[in-house]
């Protein structure tokens, strides 16, 4: 993996920064991150997202899975998700909408302890895509695994060098935690702030909000001793409750911005 000698300063990516564990440390503070899906395809997400893992200086292990290639990129291959010998933190999913039910439920028989799912084609495409949203969270209710998405950029975190996204560069690190249903302006706003200098203790792509919504990475990012704001892109409030609980405490210690589109 190269490193970027002008990078982001280097957390230990061996512990956590936090003092209360949570759920979402293995999205945000990863140990390993599996690229499902990931492949050589010039232009493909699933090569973006491997090529930004493996060139932000991010200290984790790295495992494409893609059962049609034993190598990708210089990096062994696994068919599949259970084949990989070590305990694995992060799932980054990168396949057709179809396949995700399956994969997210072999990431949970196998232990995987959070997702990010990439791959769009869900609620967004009507009942079709609906169905497959309702038999992802049958398998979510099954088990432990916490997800991000569907129909996602991906997160960063650039204070430990992590990309997982398709975007073309990684984040400045900062002290603003930066949250957003939508990709586009994420990536706008990932432009903008390289060219200002501003950085960003995260940038996290919402997605659906199929699983972790609003209420959790609020919690979350409270607690985060690198975080100081929060700024939220918001189209939609998801689950009321946990959004406004979650807001009033967080609010209390640190300021949080709420830009809510078509307001």
């Known amino acids: 993996m190269g490193v970027n000698p002008q990078g982001p300063p280097q957390n230990d990516s061996s512990g956590l920064r936090r003092d209360k564990p949570s759920s979402l440390d293995a999205i945000f503070e990863p140990r390993s991150v599996a690229v499902i899906g990931a492949t050589e395809h010039e232009g493909s997400v699933g090569r973006a997202t491997l090529v930004n893992l493996?060139?932000?200086?991010f200290h984790g292990k790295i495992y494409p899975v893609n059962p049609?290639?034993?190598?990708?990129?210089?990096?062994?291959?696994?068919?599949?998700?259970r084949e990989i010998p070590?305990?694995?933190?992060l799932a980054v999913i990168v396949t057709p909408a179809a396949t995700v039910p399956g994969i997210v439920g072999e990431c949970i028989d196998a232990g995987v302890k959070a997702?990010?799912?990439?791959?769009?084609?869900?609620k967004e495409h009507g009942a079709e895509g609906q169905s497959l949203e309702d038999q992802i969270a049958d398998r979510l209710r099954h088990g432990r695994l916490r997800l991000i998405?569907?129909?996602?950029l991906g997160v960063m975190n650039p204070?430990?060098?992590l990309n997982a996204t398709f975007a073309q560069t990684i984040a400045r690190p900062g002290n603003v935690a930066f949250l957003s249903q939508s990709g586009a302006l994420l990536t706008a706003i990932l432009d903008w702030s390289l060219r200002e200098e501003v950085g960003f203790s995260a940038f996290v792509s919402t997605g659906s909000m199929l699983?972790?919504?609003?209420g959790d990475l609020i919690d979350y990012f409270g607690d985060d001793p690198n975080t100081q704001s929060i700024l939220i892109?918001?189209?939609?409030?998801?689950?009321a409750r946990s959004f406004l609980s979650a807001a009033r405490e967080v609010a209390m210690s640190k300021p949080i911005i709420v830009i809510k589109a078509g307001r």
């Open 54 to 57: 493996n060139s932000a200086p």
């Open 68 to 81: 049609r290639h034993s190598q990708i990129l210089g990096l062994r291959s696994y068919a599949a998700v």
């Open 86 to 89: 070590d305990p694995l933190d």
């Open 115 to 122: 997702a990010v799912v990439i791959s769009a084609g869900f």
């Open 149 to 152: 998405g569907p129909n996602c």
């Open 159 to 161: 204070l430990i060098g």
């Open 211 to 214: 699983d972790v919504g609003w």
């Open 233 to 239: 892109y918001m189209e939609s409030v998801g689950d």
